[in-house]
């Protein structure tokens, strides 16, 4: 069985903190990877995709992946309140369209005011 | 573009009852995905389409559900007969191509009494 973990939190920082969010997978030959913000009784919203080692960084928001490690994690630099809300990982094994994305349990972040 | 399609949004029935949830996916999207999500936890995959085809409903109990994609276009997720364990949300999804990200649906919340 594939996994995704997110084991840390739920996480609270303070506004304007940045908020680190981290997420490892089993599938060692897994090649997509994705960030998901989830507010409370919405539906998942992607946030960031990454397919290649490094950072990718998009407004607040970094995504970070290491292959080697099998982690992936996400940066929100100078939180707002507005980011509370829980962030899924998901990640994809292949590029093949028959490809299965299976999302961690997520995490829960609250930036306090 | 118009986005994800489902309904409806809430759904209460009595267990042993049957019920079913619709989904239009977007536009010229050829993968449908349905996922299951229960409160506190990631979504979890029952069954992804590639246009009319079946790809994935390992986790899918065929026991008690069943799904078809008509046409390649419009879902439906059926549940006969619905259990305890069965009350979650059931979001529907939908991607262009292998490796694009998913787009979600509102989700239609399921409570079974």
Known sequence: QKEVEQNS????????????????????????????????????????????????????????????????????????????????????????????????????????? | EAGVAQSPRYKIIEKRQSVAFWCNPISGHATLYWYQQILGQGPKLLIQFQNNGVVDDSQLPKDRFSAERLKGVDSTLKIQPAKLEDSAVYLCASSSYGNSPLHFGNGTRLTVT
């Open chain 1, 9 to 113: 939190g739920p996480l609270s920082v303070p506004e304007g903190a940045i908020a680190s969010l981290n997420c490892t997978y089993s599938d060692r030959g897994s090649q997509s990877f994705f960030w998901y913000r989830q507010y409370s009784g919405k539906s998942p919203e992607l946030i960031m995709s990454i397919y290649s080692n490094g950072d990718k960084e998009d407004g607040r928001f970094t995504a970070q992946l290491n292959k080697a490690s099998q982690y992936v994690s996400l940066l929100i630099r100078d939180s707002q309140p507005s980011d509370s809300a829980t962030y899924l990982c998901a990640v994809k094994p292949s590029t093949g369209a028959n490809s299965k994305l299976t999302f961690g349990k997520g995490i829960t972040l609250s930036v306090r005011p």
